[in-house]
Nanobody
C-alpha cells in the first residue's frame, strides 16, 4: 500500500501562484509515476502533470503547459506542483496519484493504483 498526502491548496487571486506537495509513504517500491489530476465541479477528472519516480521525466497537460511545473525530492518521497499565473479555470480539487509498474499513457487516471485525498485550489478573478 502507498499512502499519498497532498497539501498546499488554498485561495489565490488570478495571476498568483501556489505550490502543492504530495508526500508518498508506505510500500513505495515499484512506484513508477506520481501524477497530478484535478476535478472541477461538474467536470471530468483532468490530467495535470506527471513525473517519474526518479524525477527524470515529466509530462504536462495542454492547459497547464508553461504555467505549471512538477518536480520531486527523492529524499523526501515528495512531489511538488508549482502552479504559476493561475487562472479562475484552474479552480478544482487537485489529487495526487501513484502508478505502480510500467505504463505509457500517463493521462489515463484508471492506470493509477493509489490516490490522495485531494486539496482544494480556488482562483478568484
Amino acid at each position: 500500500q502507498v499512502q499519498l498526502v497532498e497539501s498546499g491548496g488554498g485561495l489565490v487571486q488570478a495571476g498568483g501562484s501556489l505550490r502543492l506537495s504530495c508526500t508518498a509513504s508506505g510500500v513505495t517500491w515499484g512506484t513508477s509515476v506520481l501524477a497530478w489530476f484535478r476535478r472541477a465541479p461538474a467536470k471530468e477528472r483532468q490530467f495535470v502533470a506527471a513525473i517519474t519516480w526518479s524525477g527524470s521525466s515529466t509530462l504536462y497537460g495542454d492547459s497547464v503547459k508553461g504555467r505549471f511545473t512538477t518536480s520531486k525530492d527523492n529524499a523526501k518521497n515528495t512531489a511538488y506542483l508549482q502552479a504559476n499565473n493561475l487562472k479562475p479555470e484552474d479552480t478544482a480539487v487537485y489529487y495526487c496519484a501513484a502508478l505502480r509498474g510500467s505504463a505509457t499513457n500517463w493521462y489515463n487516471p484508471s492506470l493509477y493504483n493509489y490516490w490522495g485525498q485531494g486539496t482544494q485550489v480556488t482562483v478568484s478573478s
